[in-house]
């Protein structure tokens, strides 16, 4: 089970971090993902995080700079630290996690709406 929080309204510029707790079978999880997604848009991938030693991470380009995405191994929460907020990052964001490399999604938290002002 994936719980997301940390959404909100943010101006451009300013910066938001946005939340992800696993629980339950944690240990049979190998990534996970923040997607977002625009009403009448595709849902679209923002960054990843796997969840082993080396922890590798990977970005959607339009984020690439602004946003990072990290693992607290303790409490099994992953974040997203969002920096230099622009208007078209406005989105639904949502989290989550596969248990095979390229699978499809296991497992999916609740969206949390960012809303970043002009």
């Known amino acids: 089970q994936l719980q997301a929080s940390g959404g909100g309204l943010v101006q451009a510029g300013g910066s938001l971090r946005l939340s992800c707790q696993a629980s339950?079978?944690?240990?049979?999880?190998?990534?996970t993902d923040w997607l977002r997604q625009v009403p009448g848009k595709e849902r679209e991938f923002v960054a990843g995080?796997?969840?082993?030693?080396?922890?590798?991470?990977t970005y959607a380009d339009s984020v690439k700079g602004r946003f990072t995405i990290s693992r607290e191994k303790s409490s099994n929460t992953v974040w997203l630290q969002m920096n230099s907020l622009k208007p078209e990052d406005t989105a639904v964001y949502y989290c989550?996690?596969?248990?095979?490399?390229?699978?499809?999604?296991?497992?999916w938290g609740r969206g949390t709406q960012v809303t970043v002002s002009s």
């Open positions: 989550a996690a596969r248990r095979i490399y390229y699978a499809d999604y296991d497992w």
């Open positions: 339950g079978q944690t240990f049979t999880i190998y990534s």
């Open positions: 995080i796997v969840w082993s030693a080396s922890s590798t991470t």
